[in-house]
């Protein structure tokens, strides 16, 4: 059975950091292609970043621009999100995702929620 | 704004259909067949009910389907029952730099 199970929510500062880690079990991790989408309280999902199965092709969505980074450690079968420059538009819960170059979402971690307030 | 346009509700009874709609443009709804459908019950996370425009998951009931045409896909729900109370987001693959774009999502309700 594949499981993603996101970590390192919490409560940050405007302009602090956090990093966030999708731990992956039940698949040959270092295959896939991994993506991070984010849902603020009440509003729809927006896909973040992806990452290529062997780390080194990533893309961002331009609100993250330059302020986020997205890596993975196949050998622990880990995805992570570097946040800095958080600001309170980053407030949302973070879904690690699944899913190859034009393929869907087809497994998701449960979530964690960051919150951006001073 | 959200760059795919759902209707922010819709409702039927237990047993009916209901249609949602999903609407784009050419740079990504109706230039390719990569329109997904996601559910989401309260509080839990996405799943994949519907890929490539009309493919369903294993696993995933044949009472929903998916359809395109032109710039607008559609999933519909039939024969209605309580468990599909959730809310509904379409996706599709965009040329642009954005990757993936995701509609604002539409509530259904069984009544």
């Known amino acids: 059975e594949v499981q993603l199970v996101e970590s390192g929510g919490g409560v940050v500062q405007p302009g602090g950091s956090l990093r966030l880690s999708c731990a992956a079990s039940?698949?040959?991790?270092?295959?896939?292609?991994m993506h991070w989408v984010r849902q603020a309280p009440g509003k729809g999902l927006v896909w973040v970043s992806r990452i290529n199965s062997d780390g080194s092709s990533t893309s961002y969505a331009d609100s993250v621009k330059g302020r986020f980074s997205i890596s993975r450690d196949n050998a622990k079968n880990t995805l992570y999100l570097q946040m800095n420059s958080l600001r309170a538009e980053d407030t949302a819960v973070y879904y690690c995702a699944r899913g190859e170059l034009r393929r869907p979402f087809d497994y998701w971690g449960q979530g964690t929620l960051v919150t951006v307030s001073s | 704004q959200s760059a795919l346009t759902q209707p922010a509700s819709v409702s039927g009874s237990p047993g009916q259909s209901i249609t949602i709609s999903c609407t784009g443009t050419?740079?990504?709804?109706?230039?390719?067949?990569?329109v997904s459908w996601y559910q989401q019950p309260p509080g839990k996370a996405p799943k994949l009910m519907i890929y490539d425009v009309s493919n369903r998951p294993s696993g995933v009931s044949n009472r929903f389907s998916g359809s395109k045409s032109v710039n607008t896909a559609s999933l519909t729900i039939s024969g209605l029952q309580a468990e599909d109370e959730a809310d509904y987001y379409c996706?599709?693959?965009?040329?642009?730099?954005?990757?993936?774009?995701f509609g604002g999502g539409t509530k259904l309700t069984v009544l």
């Open positions: 050419s740079s990504d709804v109706g230039g390719y067949n990569y």
């Open positions: 996706s599709s693959y965009t040329s642009s730099s954005t990757y993936v774009v």
């Open positions: 039940g698949l040959t991790f270092s295959s896939y292609w």
